[in-house]
């Protein structure tokens, strides 16, 4: 899974794995280990939904978390799908600007549309829908540094997982 981390092309990298461990003794694994990890990681528990994310001391507005999801299999195994991603807040605020850039440049291309089908100048219009993706590639480009820069605390969850996991 390592390998998948920093050669996946998404932004939100998803895995999914197979264990031979029943799922009502995973989840209790992630609980026993819950206080164990504090404050370096912060482990949050529902149902069969477990988030492991960097602790307050060493979180970054870049920093990762995990959200894990089990699923027990017909044989008493467990399947875990797994979603490494920014933080809720981060992931909102980025959505948000994606669709605010997107809107612009709609009611730009529009107004750019009626301006040249009244044969008036529409320099502007297409000015700033040029700026809307220069700002869309942006915003990429900043999630990928931001992707990378997460990459080490992200190989640190994934060690504490599997840790749990193998306990």
Same mark, same amino acid.
């Given at each position: 899974?390592?390998?998948?981390?920093?050669?996946?092309?998404?932004?939100?990298?998803?895995?999914?794995?197979?264990?031979?461990?029943?799922?009502?003794?995973?989840?209790?694994?992630?609980?026993?280990?819950?206080?164990?990890?504090k404050?370096?990681?912060q482990?949050?528990q529902?149902?069969?939904?477990?988030w492991?994310?960097?602790?307050?001391?060493?979180?970054?507005?870049?920093?990762p978390?995990?959200?894990?999801?089990?699923e027990?299999t017909?044989?008493?195994n467990?399947?875990?799908?797994?979603?490494?991603?920014?933080?809720s807040?981060? /992931?909102t &605020?980025?959505?948000?600007?994606? $669709?605010?850039? #997107?809107?612009i440049?709609? *009611?730009f291309? !529009?107004?750019a549309?009626?301006? /040249?089908? &009244?044969?008036?100048t529409?320099? $502007?219009?297409? #000015?700033?829908?040029?700026? *809307?993706?220069? !700002?869309?590639?942006?915003?990429?480009?900043?999630?990928?540094?931001?992707?990378?820069?997460?990459l080490?605390?992200?190989?640190?969850?994934?060690?504490?997982?599997?840790?749990?996991?193998?306990?």
């Amino acid at each position: 899974m390592s390998d998948s981390l920093k050669s996946q092309t998404p932004l939100r990298i998803r895995f999914e794995k197979n264990v031979a461990q029943p799922t009502g003794l995973l989840i209790e694994k992630f609980k026993i280990a819950k206080e164990r990890v504090k404050p370096k990681f912060q482990i949050k528990q529902l149902d069969k939904h477990v988030w492991i994310s960097i602790g307050d001391e060493n979180q970054k507005y870049y920093s990762p978390h995990l959200h894990l999801e089990f699923e027990e299999t017909e044989n008493k195994n467990t399947h875990i799908r797994g979603l490494f991603g920014p933080e809720s807040g981060l /992931w909102t &605020m980025f959505m948000f600007l994606h $669709f605010a850039v #997107a809107g612009i440049f709609i *009611m730009f291309l !529009a107004f750019a549309y009626s301006n /040249w089908a &009244m044969g008036h100048t529409f320099t $502007f219009d297409i #000015a700033v829908m040029s700026l *809307m993706i220069f !700002a869309w590639f942006a915003l990429y480009f900043f999630a990928r540094l931001n992707r990378h820069r997460g990459l080490p605390q992200a190989r640190e969850i994934e060690s504490l997982m599997e840790e749990i996991i193998s306990s």
